[in-house]
């Protein structure tokens, strides 16, 4: 029902003016809660993003380290080796030498 006299129009505006600003208030603030929530799961994925990258990044610089171990588990290998054929040599001599121990001793 519309009001017939002014100071009715009047307030009729006033209320309406509080109830379409009260919408919009709470339209606005619905907008910044989703707003809100939607940077915070934002900043979520960046963080395990970044940490991620700073694992890469990590695993990155150790690369030329693993170069230098190889370099010295190939050398380690080369003298196990040699120590297994020495080994083997020894025990092929000591099988077919009755005096081992004095045959050491002459050489």
Same mark, same amino acid.
Request: hydrophobic content about 45%; some cysteine; overall charge positive.
């Given at each position: 029902?519309?009001?017939d006299?002014p /100071?009715a129009?009047?307030e009729?505006?006033?209320?309406a003016?509080?109830a379409v600003?009260?919408?919009?208030?709470?339209v606005?603030?619905?907008?910044?809660?989703?707003?809100?929530? /939607?940077?915070?799961?934002?900043?979520?994925?960046?963080?395990k993003i970044?940490?991620?990258?700073?694992?890469?990044?990590?695993n990155?610089i150790?690369?030329?380290?693993l170069?230098?171990?190889?370099?010295?588990?190939?050398?380690?290998?080369?003298t196990a080796v040699?120590?297994?054929?020495?080994?083997?040599v020894i /025990?092929?001599?000591?099988?077919?030498?009755?005096?081992?121990?004095?045959c050491?001793?002459?050489?």
């Open positions: 029902m519309l009001p006299t /100071e129009a009047a009729f505006v006033w209320i003016s509080l600003g009260l919408v919009v208030s709470g606005v603030t619905l907008l910044l809660w989703l707003i809100h929530r /939607e940077a915070g799961s934002i900043d979520a994925r960046v963080a970044w940490d991620v990258g700073q694992r890469v990044a990590n990155t150790h690369i030329p380290t170069y230098k171990t190889n370099a010295v588990v190939r050398d380690i290998l080369s040699k120590i297994v054929d020495g080994a083997a /025990e092929k001599h000591a099988q077919g030498c009755p005096g081992c121990p004095q050491m001793l002459r050489h």
